[in-house]
């Protein structure tokens, strides 16, 4: 690792939900800012510290820990009464948040219009829905790149807030009357309550891109925390079934305002298997009581929303795409315990589509829904992992099996994470991921 990879991406290297909360609170001690740099309140990482179960939406990972600034970048669309929750929350919890979190002037926000317009779109859309989390997301998106979005720095400016709001409103009410039965976004009663409780995240904004800059020139570690998962980019993932912001590494500078040279290392998140929630393609879904199975072991159910996820084998041609997308150093491994009751274990290693293999990740969602899968079977290790903090301490086959991972994926593994909690935790090579393993 070189001296500038003490600022850090991580980044899912699945459809989301592989256990990014946990890992960055395992490494927020070592840094002194971790940033949020897209996404919205949809996005749910799941943190037991001290016995405590924490899930967060918009409050950066690493507001857990009391000496860590917790920063929403302006690439994060912000809903201020999730905020205001989340936050109220954390103190009842006993996390004395104060001034550590910091938010971007230039985040756009969500409006309850946004939320309306999500649900009567997925109504519309029948059974092509995409599965959103309905918390309106994607449209508070669509009005950013329309330049029609509200910001937070609009909530400096009351009257011109207002304004700017009535605008939009109205234009609102034209598009719904047009698209869909109904107004569902007609009434601006809940303008006042709206901007009262939005106002309370004014002490907070700040020029993330200038803090943040400033910050690492005094020689601050910062930490890039992800949501979703590379295959939810809404470049690069398999579109459309796929979030609306930029949740590959990329997403880090246009996201915080900090430029690509002064990040130097970016760490993929995968489980030891592999989990999408919502519709579109899955080459490696397990289906039937396996599946079934699979899920209850490893609690699979979203963290915001409840919902089932649907579970497959570890994708290796799925993985060694958002290795090279990310251009990952490392790699961090996540539930393998669920797999320790396993007599055998298959893994994807190659997608084969009109009696041809594929050479690479396809972009056509209905080749990806087609591929068939060629798989290999490694023999499970039939023992405990649970909890295990040293690599010497692993069952053989366990460590076959991360070898294999490795070795398809073309990129070593960092950490094994054995548990929920902080320390069930196992680091490779310490001495070559010092500037991530050492405490700072």
Known sequence: MTEESTNVVVVGLQWGDEGKGKVV???SERFDIVVRYQGG???GHTVIANGKKFILQLVPTGILWKDTVGVIGPGVVVNPEALTRELEALEAAGIKVGNRL???DRAHLIMPYHRSHEVAAEQVRGGARIGTTAKGIGPTYEDKSARRGLRACDLRNPEAFLR????VLAEKDRIASALFEGTPFGGDEWIGQYLETARQLIPRLVDVSEYLNTEM???????FEGAQGTLLDIDHGTYPYVTSSSATA?????GTGVGPTRIGAVLGVSKAYTTRVGSGPFPTEIHGREGEELRTRGSEFGAVTGRPRRCGWFDVPAARYGARLNNLNAMIITKLDILDTLEEIPVGVEYEYEGRKLTSFPADIDILSQVKVHYRTLPGWKQPTYGLQDFSELPQK???YLRFLSDQVGVEIAMISTGPE???????????FANLSASR
């Not at 020139?217 to 930490?223: E, Q, S, T």
């Not at 902080?422 to 070559?432: L, V």
């Open 25 to 27: 609170d395992a490494l």
């Open 41 to 43: 309140a949809n996005a």
């Open 102 to 104: 910091l938010v971007s």
């Open 164 to 167: 700017k709001c009535k605008e």
């Open 217 to 223: 020139d005094r020689g601050k570690r910062v930490l």
């Open 250 to 254: 990329g997403g880090a500078s246009t």
């Open 398 to 400: 366990a460590k076959d």
């Open 422 to 432: 902080r320390g069930q935790a196992i680091w490779r090579d310490e001495s070559r």
